[in-house]
């Protein structure tokens, strides 16, 4: 975690560990037509051409991680995906949902977690922070990296409500750092 005087960065990229998987993939593909239409198959054969295709799904896959993150100062939240920036300034930002339900392909558990915001009224919901895995039953794993710990505790320390911080608190204490200070009531 970076932290300096003027602003706390919480790195998320284990929250979206595949995120870079669909786009390496169709990268990939466009790369394998292009390959195709320009002559080059021809010129260079079937199987180095499906290398070089098969080699740009890794190179984009690989680093997706990596540039997501949550930038907090005394403003606001910046969440930061890829090429993507969004400022929410602290009064706008209500809440954190954190919905537990089941991945739909494979039924494991899991966590989706939202931002409530003021700016959408019709459903109060936000932007996307993540989803992760757990563990039956919806508990924890005990592998939980150490930025979900500083996420919680970074959205707590600016009064941001969490919706589960039962959950919250067994993170915090997984990473041996205090439970949440007693605060606004919880987001329903």
């Not at 995906?81 to 009064?91: D, Q």
């Amino acid at each position: 975690m970076d932290t300096t005087n003027r602003f706390r960065t919480v790195r998320l990229g284990f929250l979206w560990r595949f995120s870079g998987v669909g786009p390496g993939c169709l990268l990939g593909l466009l790369t394998a037509v292009a390959l195709g239409t320009s002559g080059a198959v021809d010129r260079l054969g079937v199987g180095p051409s499906l290398l070089i295709a098969a080699a740009v799904v890794p190179l984009v896959a690989l680093p997706a991680p990596i540039s997501f993150w949550v930038r907090a100062d005394s403003e606001g939240l910046t969440l930061s995906r890829a090429l993507l920036r969004r400022r929410y300034r602290w009064h706008d930002i209500t809440g954190l949902d954190m919905a537990f339900g089941e991945d739909p392909d494979s039924d494991t558990a899991r966590l989706t977690m939202r931002l409530r915001l003021t700016t959408t009224p019709a459903t109060g919901r936000g932007p996307l922070v993540g989803v992760l895995g757990l563990a039956a039953g919806h508990q924890l794993r005990g592998t939980e990296p150490g930025g979900l710990a500083d996420l919680f505790a970074l959205l707590a320390a600016h009064g941001v409500p969490l919706a589960e911080p039962d959950f919250a608190d067994r993170v915090l204490a997984a990473h041996g750092r205090p439970p949440l200070a007693p605060g606004p009531d919880p987001i329903g």
